[in-house]
């Protein structure tokens, strides 16, 4: 049998991951009504990608159910003005993360400049730069 059917006989025959019962009710009390629910590990993680409130949202949670954070795919149209005009003073909005933590909100912006270099952005929750660094 060739390398390539070994492969693809691993992907075939992987197992779900097993997700730990107080995870799963954790996700639950967080995320009431989610849909389309994906799980995978991440570094030690449990991380869930779903619908919910007609949003994508991505949410990690530690071995005992604790949310760690949850990450918000906006639409641009949803962005808030001044968050939305600060981001775009740093070039053209391409994408837009609203990231939750235990204490903050942040987002993550993809910009790209009139060259089409594009760069990730980061700002606080009232829009303020915190890091700008070449993707």
Known sequence: MSIRFNILDKILRSRPVRIPGVVRESFRTNFSGA????????????????YHDEKEKIARFDQEGILLEYRINLQLDTIASGIKSRAAAEGEIMNCIEFHSVDTIRYEF??????????LLLTDMAGNKIRKEVL
């Open 110 to 119: 993809i910009v790209r400049d009139e060259k089409l270099v594009r760069y």
């Open 35 to 50: 849909r389309n629910t994906e799980w995978s590990r991440y570094k030690g993680l449990f991380e869930v990608i779903f």
